[in-house]
């Protein structure tokens, strides 16, 4: 049976905006990573990550509001200043936290575990001195903590807001559980298990956290890089402005960035379909993921 002009008008227009997205993630050259979405990983199909990580837009936003909180920590900043290609190939460094999550999340356990082996022998060269000399290293509990928390509780915050308003606390919770096992195996401590629990590691950190001239050159690289490609401009602002807006409001202080109550709710009204959309073009039946399906 032939397709009428209007539903293959509609294909072609997925399958050019599916495309465009998954350039984002991709390696140079358009390599993408090979995943089965099987049982045979850390979680499986009925896990809440399993949900939280394939959703394409909340994690992106997710993702640019947990490295602005990142950043906060001295000794997580200085490791980024002193020893990450950060400043010289963001997009670069973003593709390759994308391939983390999606690999510890959708690869067999063999893939995640050593996915994660990997980062810890990296780990093992991050260390140096704060500018007041206090020492760092990368693979510090406390440290690794806070990245572990941060990201998850900004991927879950992103969640609920751009597709799952209604979020039970059991699932919540169940989701940080269920990280807490990728947390684990990285060495992170403490590692809350419960979202509660994540927010008041966050709120026991706070008064330690420090916003400096690295912080602000780091976030000005992450929040004005360009887009991708001019057709995802607005893709890409709306995403920039809305990982601001998903902020706590005293992160946002410390940053010295602000959004006025029209703009949030423009930014959030703009940011709601723009998933949606997402997740239109990206819906497919393939067991092959790229790093997109957990930016």
Known sequence: MRRTPHIAGMQTLRDSIGTEIRRIFAEPGGKVIEISRTDEGLFGVDSVCWQVHGDVTAMMIGGIASLLLQMLEPRVLAGVWDHSVFRQDMRGRLRRTAAFLARTTYGDKAQALGEIARIRRIHDHVRGTLPDGTP????DPQSLAWVHITESLCFVESFIRYSRPHMSMRDRDRYFDEMAE?????????????????QRFIRDVRPTLRFDQRTREIADLLLNQPPASPRLAPFHHMTMQAGVDLLPGW????????????????????????????????AQGSTTRSASASA
């Open 136 to 139: 760092y290293e990368a693979n």
């Open 251 to 282: 992160a946002r202080s410390m940053h010295g960035l602000s959004i006025s109550l029209p703009a949030r709710l423009a930014v959030r009204g703009g940011t709601t379909g723009m998933a949606a959309i997402t997740r239109w073009a990206l």
């Open 182 to 198: 990728v947390g684990t195996l990285l060495g992170a401590d403490p590692v809350p298990r419960t979202y509660r629990a994540a």
